[in-house]
């Protein structure tokens, strides 16, 4: 199934451990992103991250960093788990072509990661 | 498929005329939010409406919700230069996200 994918699906945890989420997708998209949802259920957005270019939300704590071993992955890393750190996060991606007109085809989300921080 | 669909995918207007963008949906919602995206960035929540909501206000932002319909409209008055982006509607039937294609807004100065 052509999906983006991330795992794990839920994640309890101690306080000040480090974990990572993992995100594949498998659509051929240029651009992947990590979005975490807040308390109003709103998605914001933490990082865009295509070949060229990471794009960091300057409000995300340096705790978070991404890791795209490859176009279809951009795993989350997070050190030193906080107890605000607990939400769902979710991964996405997109395709924008480049050149001289940017064009932007939608989203594919991932199914989220509800992280606990206890 | 995807849940959310607006339209039109792309307008044009002139600085200070309205823009009105609709999205119609399939299944049934706890409630509709709107985002915006900048060119290479990531998407910025503008509004959400929850599914017993009819109409929702935010500054320049107004958005309508017909269940009956399963449609939303987002209409920003008085544009600006600054409003060029592109808009979507997600849906979010039980814990889920789902996206339409987005709606392309470019206000001409």
């Known amino acids: 199934d052509t999906a983006v994918s991330q795992t794990p699906k839920y994640l309890v945890t101690q306080m000040g451990n480090d974990k990572s989420i993992k995100c594949e997708q498998n659509?051929?998209?240029?651009?992947m992103y990590w979005y975490k949802q807040d308390s109003k259920k709103f998605l914001k957005i933490m990082f865009s991250y295509n070949n060229k270019e990471l794009i960091i939300n300057e409000t995300v704590p340096n705790r978070f960093s991404p890791k795209s071993p490859d176009k279809a992955h951009l795993n989350l890393h997070i050190n030193s788990l906080e107890l605000g750190d607990s939400a769902v996060y979710f991964c996405?991606?997109?395709?924008?072509?480049?050149?001289?007109?940017?064009?932007?085809?939608?989203?594919?989300f991932g199914s989220g990661t509800r992280l606990t921080v206890v | 498929s995807q849940q959310g669909e607006e339209d039109p995918q792309a307008l044009s207007i002139q600085e200070g005329e309205n823009a009105t963008m609709n999205c119609s949906y399939k299944t049934s919602i706890n409630n509709l939010q709107w985002y915006r995206q900048n060119s290479g960035r990531g998407l910025v929540h503008l509004i959400l409406i929850r599914s017993n909501e009819r109409e929702k206000h935010s500054g320049r932002l107004r958005v309508t919700l017909d269940t009956s319909k399963k449609s939303s409209s987002l209409l920003i008055t008085a544009s600006r230069a600054a409003d060029t982006a592109s808009y979507f509607c997600?849906?979010?039937?039980?814990?889920?996200?789902?996206f339409g294609t987005g709606t392309s807004l470019t206000v001409i100065p």
């Open positions: 997600a849906t979010v039937p039980g814990n889920q996200f789902y």
């Open positions: 996405a991606s997109s395709q924008e072509t480049f050149g001289q007109r940017r064009r932007f085809y939608g989203y594919t």
């Open positions: 659509l051929g998209h240029d651009t």
